[in-house]
């Protein structure tokens, strides 16, 4: 797992000093921080949640989510004590504050980020499928991860609009004529 989001680091690290050479600096690493955030979500989400699998019969596999509200690990991840709630909130913020900031220079903002966030909700459904799908990994696919996940993605959106003022990435906003 650890691996996994170095090398999403490295990437997104490259992503920002590429898109720096087009874009302001504050879009420019908004953007490749929000496709680090999302990147790290599937990473922390898709892989084994110990280092080896349990095998699961295919007739002992869920065939559905849990519906039931309050998740079935209510006591915390193994990495960070705590709430298991509060941790698939949180590490949806970081995706909703930057997706805000990536956007925010363009003047289709206003359309982009309700659908930033709408894809950041499915990509929430997406994980819990793919949790069921692939029962293997040890994930377990449950309605209040999705509504968690939704929940930290509206935090980080709110977060977002709150530090696209402070930033200000419209600044660099080319004039006619003029490129990035």
Do not use: H, K
Not at 19 to 45: D, E, H, K, Y
Not at 123 to 135: D, G, H, N, R
């Amino acid at each position: 797992m650890l691996a996994g989001v170095a090398v999403v680091a490295v990437v997104c690290l490259l992503l920002g000093l590429l898109l720096r050479r087009r874009l302001p600096a504050v879009s420019a690493w908004a953007i490749a921080g929000f496709v680090g955030a999302v990147a790290c979500i599937g990473v922390l989400t898709l892989t084994p949640a110990y280092e080896v699998p349990t095998v699961i019969a295919a007739e002992d596999r869920p065939e559905t989510c849990s519906l039931d509200y309050g998740g079935p690990s209510p006591e915390g991840f193994w990495i960070v004590g705590g709430g298991q709630r509060l941790l698939n909130m949180v590490v949806f913020v970081p995706a909703g504050a930057l997706l805000v900031v990536a956007c925010a220079r363009w003047r289709a903002a206003y359309a982009l980020v309700p659908l930033g966030l709408l894809g950041l909700v499915a990509y929430s459904v997406a994980i819990e499928w793919l949790q069921l799908e692939l029962a293997r990994i040890d994930r377990a696919c449950d309605v209040t991860d999705m509504v968690d996940n939704s929940l930290g993605a509206v935090v980080g959106v709110g977060l977002g609009l709150l530090l696209a003022v402070v930033l200000r990435p419209w600044r660099s906003r080319p004039t006619r004529g003029q490129s990035g």
